[in-house]
């Protein structure tokens, strides 16, 4: 009995090592995979509520060669997004920053969420 519980707790232990070896190195993502993800992440200039991974429009064209070059020559992701920020302004990302007035986007609702469930709590209290 003794020896079964210490080869089950090695198991485990073994599992958890080898779960945590692949969670925490991560194969490398392709080109291809990063332009994807890059092109899915910006707004197409020329449309409404569209990726340039979506449009066909000339100017979602344009950045997605744009992108592409970049993520050829090296640059980051952080790197890439920033560029075209200072080219066609904060609008051209489809998510808001998270830094500045972007917090307000973000954390507004929740701010919302939590007045919304405070003042439901106070109504219910006073009845």
């Not at 994807?36 to 992440?41: N, R, T, V």
């Not at 340039?52 to 100017?59: C, G, K, L």
């Amino acid at each position: 009995m003794r020896v079964a519980r210490s080869f089950t707790l090695w198991c485990v232990a073994v599992v958890a090592l080898a779960l945590v070896v692949v969670v925490l190195n991560p194969r490398p993502v392709g080109d291809g995979a990063r332009i994807a993800h890059l092109e899915s992440l910006v707004r197409c200039p020329s449309c409404e509520d569209l990726s340039v991974a979506q449009s066909t429009a000339t100017a979602a064209l344009a950045v997605r060669a744009e992108i592409a070059a970049r993520v050829r020559a090296g640059q980051s992701d952080n790197q890439i997004l920033t560029s075209l920020e200072r080219v066609y302004g904060t609008s051209i990302l489809l998510r808001p920053p998270t830094s500045g007035l972007g917090v307000v986007l973000w954390l507004g609702p929740l701010l919302l969420v939590v007045a919304l469930v405070v003042g439901a709590l106070r109504l219910a209290r006073r009845r």
